[in-house]
């Protein structure tokens, strides 16, 4: 009983010599048209320079880098109610209340850390947060390290935190141009 | 031509000094290229950007990548200052003569391969172009003026087997290597390799029989000459033109000689451990690799010989070029000498970067694909096309 219904392989494809040739075939041209490209003084690759270069199509859903969204006085807008870091599936997040000095503010973050390298950027502080206090950019690059001690973000650097993105447009890859 | 030294001739002494020096130089410095264009071109057709991290710093925040080329030098001076590890036991003196087997064989033969024509040097110094050469245009014209030369460094009648007897040695490299590690699995890449090379060492000797046949010689510079003739009037006497199923079987045997893609079953770098070579390290691994480099070099030496025409030009003869119409075209023996030169680089160039293309572009295949398409396919056409030529050679064609 046969189950298996290989093709004979007639000698034109046991001699390899066609297929072979149509592969190189198909790397030739896509070598020849990124040398042109280099020899045009463009980019012949698909790739990111990184520390030179950043993508400029992230996607603005992305899910980055946290901040902290301030109030006009430069205060985070934060109440420490502590929901984000209740609901952080990384336990991530630690925060420490204080009282305010605002009479209209109950209470505000003494401490508020993000661990982001423990971080495993689900967003659901941000859902969580009932006075958008806190916020994701799409930009993630930059987000290193020498020690993991360095990678938690206190509250000064997540309020003063401005994302940065390189000057050098990069425009995606189309082959075809 | 009087100047004599303990019986040498000094002026020849010197001619094949520098020819041989040239050769040595131009297959290191290609062996060089072939590892900086095996990270590029694989980059380039895979587009990506390839290596051009490393650098040498210059002033004013200027920084020397030379395309990747430092990336060479960088690997270089790595492997010089790592560590030499070598194994627990080991046969000392095969281990180390191994290198040298892998190595040697593929700079040794290209002595027999012409890389231009004749050179005269008192007429090749005599044209306006080259006259600001201090001190030599005169000197040959006056002391020399019917010295000339082949630009070949040596002229064996013989040269065609004096390449297959120095490349099989190559396989010693490879079995003394995977033999002496004292390794198990260098010793069953060495098996492999064996194996691999003196299969298709049949099929790559039994090519070239149909090319013996054909122009009735086996001294290169006369392979090459008779390759330079018209047939019909019009079409070079190339390799490729009057043994076409030979081209096929002998590129793809000489790439299962040189154990790469898709072939490199001896080594398979990631996925087996490197085969023989894999108790080499530092500065030894490099040279087994840069050994392989400068083979590609030698196999596209040898394709360009035996089926494009070594040095020679299409229509170019000694003076000049004879087109199939009837016109002529005067060039200076110069000119003629410098044009072959570059045809010759031009063509070992081309089938260099084709093998790597080829390397870049193909699965591997499996060890008994391997062994059938050597025995059960290349081997008997081979002998097809031998007994083609042989009927088409005795009934007096070609």
């Given amino acids: ?177 | 031509m009087e100047a004599n030294f303990l019986g040498i001739n000094v002026v020849k002494f010197w001619t094949y000094f520098i020819l041989a020096g040239g050769i040595f130089a131009f297959m290191f410095l290609m062996g060089a290229v072939m590892s900086w264009s095996e990270r590029k071109q694989s980059a380039v057709l895979q587009d990506r950007i390839g290596a051009n991290r490393a650098s040498i710093p210059l002033p004013f925040g200027k920084k020397l990548a030379m395309w990747g080329f430092i990336n060479n030098l960088a690997d270089a001076i790595k492997c010089l200052i790592k560590e030499d590890f070598k194994p627990g036991v080991y046969d000392k003196l095969m281990y180390n003569l191994a290198i040298f087997f892998a190595f040697v064989p593929a700079v040794l033969a290209v002595a027999v391969v012409p890389f231009a024509g004749v050179l005269k040097p008192a007429e090749f110094f005599n044209v306006s172009y080259l006259k600001w050469i201090p001190y030599l245009p005169e000197y040959f014209a006056k002391n020399l003026p019917n010295f000339s030369f082949r630009l070949q460094v040596a002229d064996l009648n013989v040269g065609l087997l004096f390449i297959f007897a120095v490349g099989g040695v190559s396989v010693f490299g490879a079995i003394l290597a995977g033999w002496s590690s004292n390794n198990k699995f260098s010793m069953m890449g060495a098996l492999r390799s064996a194996s691999q090379m003196i299969s298709y060492e049949v099929s790559m000797g039994l090519s070239l029989v149909g090319i013996i046949f054909i122009f009735q010689t086996v001294n290169i510079w006369d392979l090459v000459q008779a390759q330079s003739e018209l047939a019909w009037g019009w079409l070079p006497k190339w390799g490729i033109f009057v043994q076409p199923l030979a081209f096929f079987i002998f590129l793809a045997a000489a790439v299962a000689e040189n154990k790469r893609v898709p072939f490199d079953l001896p080594e398979a770098e990631s996925e087996i451990i490197s085969g023989y070579f894999t108790e080499y390290s530092a500065f030894k691994m490099l040279l087994f690799m840069f050994a392989e480099f400068i083979e590609i070099v030698f196999v596209a030496i040898m394709i360009a010989t035996f089926f494009f025409g070594g040095y020679t030009v299409p229509y170019l003869l000694a003076d000049g070029f004879y087109f199939p119409g009837g016109s002529y075209v005067h060039l200076s023996h110069a000119t003629v000498v410098i044009l072959q030169v570059l045809s010759f680089q031009v063509k070992v160039f081309f089938f260099a970067w084709f093998l790597q293309q080829m390397r870049w572009s193909l699965p591997r295949f499996r060890y008994d694909q391997l062994m059938q398409l050597g025995w059960r396919i290349l081997l008997p056409l081979a002998i097809v096309n031998l007994i083609i030529t042989i009927i088409i050679v005795a009934l007096g064609g070609l």
């Fill in chain 1, 1 to 177: 009983m046969e189950y298996v219904d290989r093709k004979k392989r007639g000698l034109t494809i046991q001699v390899y010599y066609r297929e072979i040739f149509r592969g190189v075939w198909i790397t030739t041209k896509h070598f020849f048209r990124n040398l042109w490209k280099w020899l045009t003084f463009r980019k012949g690759g698909v790739v990111i320079l990184y520390p030179e270069e950043t993508r400029p199509d992230m996607s603005p859903n992305n899910r980055g880098r946290h901040v902290l969204v301030q109030r006009s006085n430069g205060q985070p807008r934060c109440v420490a109610c502590k929901m984000c870091a209740t609901i952080c599936p990384a336990l991530c997040i630690t925060i420490e209340a204080e009282e305010s000095e605002d009479p209209n503010i109950q209470r505000r973050p003494r401490v508020f850390e993000i661990d982001v390298s423990h971080c495993i950027f689900c967003g659901f502080c941000v859902e969580a947060c009932p006075v958008d206090a806190i916020r994701m950019l799409p930009q993630t690059n930059e987000l290193v390290g020498y020690n993991r001690f360095r990678m938690i973000y206190d509250k000064e650097k997540l309020l003063t935190w401005h994302p940065t993105v390189s000057d050098d447009v990069v425009y995606g890859y189309n082959p075809k141009a």
